[in-house]
């Protein structure tokens, strides 16, 4: 089992940054994705870090994923850069056991942080 605690986000500006941090504890062999949820609308996939990073369209070239393991635990951030209001969403940190954009293949998540960009 992985315990995941999402922290960093809040309010930006358009065109502004902000800086999602997760840390996930227990095990470090994972795959670690960040996915968005807006009101009313589905959960959304924004990027994952395994032996390198995918993003989806809408965020490449303004969102960065990073990670950083210890023998037990992983520390995966996501710099957003540019952001838009289309950004705002409450976001959520996953882990699973295989690379993949769909959220059901993820079996360890976070309890989200709410990103707001507005002006």
């Known amino acids: 089992q992985v315990q995941l605690v999402e922290s960093g986000g809040g309010l930006a500006q358009p065109g502004g940054s902000l800086r999602l941090s997760c840390v996930a504890s227990?095990?470090?062999?994972?795959?670690m994705a960040w996915f968005r949820q807006a009101p009313g609308k589905e959960r959304e996939y924004v990027a994952r870090?395994?032996?390198?990073?995918?993003?989806a369209d809408s965020v490449k070239g303004r969102f960065t994923i990073s990670r950083s393991n210890t023998e037990n635990a992983v520390t995966v951030h996501l710099q957003m850069n540019s952001l838009k209001s289309e950004d705002s969403a409450k976001y959520f940190c996953?882990?699973?056991?295989?690379?993949?954009?769909?959220?059901?293949?993820?079996?360890?998540w976070g309890h989200g942080t709410q990103v707001t960009v507005s002006s």
């Open positions: 996953a882990a699973g056991p295989r690379i993949s954009r769909y959220a059901e293949n993820y079996d360890n």
């Open positions: 870090e395994w032996f390198g990073a995918d993003y």
């Open positions: 227990g095990r470090s062999d994972v795959v």
